[in-house]
């Protein structure tokens, strides 16, 4: 039985992943910002899943909000305040707000659970197409996720023998976030005719976490957008 902590886990891609965890009867952590929401979605998802609140954008609470959680096989970290945010209308608050929980939150949380990991032990970090594909009001999300590499390529050294990789996923059409939105233009530039799924992202989540010979990568799940 694998033991899976999710932070992010309560909606969307972690979510997804909480509850292949959970169906195969694997000990689940999925942890949000609010205490009381990630409750409920951990019942929710199964009875064997627990949910705590961290909240990345306050750092400084995270050992607190980590101490009962461990040890540890698989840790995910999908959680984002990824609200657009422009070069000409700069939000000041909200870009330190999204820097500090996907950079200092996700290198704090990697720094907390460390001494907690198992023999094997693999962390698997978020970022998204952004980093290389930058669209009107990115300047912050394409930024942190840029930053997203350097801190997989450090954490890969210091975390180790704990491996550490990014998955960076392009628009995923089954999410529950683009539920009801006109997203042919999306496809139109997926040289696969659609957009990437929710199961094939949990797919190459779990291989990252799987292979011991990957270490400090990149992986897009982009359906070949970034061949053009």
């Known amino acids: 039985m694998t033991s899976a902590v999710i932070i992010g886990g309560t909606a969307g891609i972690g979510r997804h992943i909480a509850g292949r965890y959970a169906g195969r009867g694997d000990s689940v952590v999925i942890a949000g910002r609010d205490t009381a929401r990630a409750e409920a979605i951990a019942k929710e998802i199964g009875p064997d899943v627990t949910g705590i609140g961290v909240d990345l954008a306050r750092p400084e609470t995270v050992a607190a909000s980590l101490a009962g959680v461990g040890p540890v096989d698989h840790l995910i970290i999908t959680a984002s305040h990824q609200q657009p945010n422009t070069f000409k209308n700069?939000?000041?608050?909200?870009?330190?707000?999204?820097?500090?929980?996907?950079?200092?939150?996700?290198?704090?949380?990697?720094?907390?659970?460390?001494?907690?990991?198992?023999?094997?032990?693999?962390?698997?970090?978020?970022?998204?197409?952004?980093?290389?594909?930058?669209?009107?009001?990115?300047?912050?999300?394409?930024?942190?996720?840029?930053?997203?590499?350097?801190?997989?390529?450090?954490?890969?050294?210091?975390?180790?023998?704990?491996?550490?990789?990014?998955?960076?996923?392009?628009?995923v059409g089954d999410s529950p976030r683009w539920a009801g939105a006109d997203l042919g233009h999306a496809v139109a530039r997926t040289p696969i005719g659609r957009l990437v799924t929710l199961d094939e992202v949990a797919d190459a989540t779990e291989f990252l976490l799987r292979n011991g010979g990957v270490n400090g990568h990149d992986l897009f799940v982009d359906g070949g957008i970034l061949t053009q």
């Open 90 to 171: 700069f939000d000041i608050t909200g870009a330190v707000t999204a820097v500090t929980t996907k950079l200092v939150g996700y290198a704090e949380t990697v720094r907390v659970l460390h001494d907690r990991f198992n023999p094997g032990g693999a962390v698997v970090l978020f970022g998204g197409l952004a980093k290389e594909r930058p669209y009107p009001g990115s300047t912050v999300v394409t930024t942190f996720n840029g930053g997203i590499t350097g801190l997989v390529r450090t954490l890969a050294v210091e975390a180790a023998p704990i491996r550490v990789n990014a998955l960076h996923p392009a628009l």
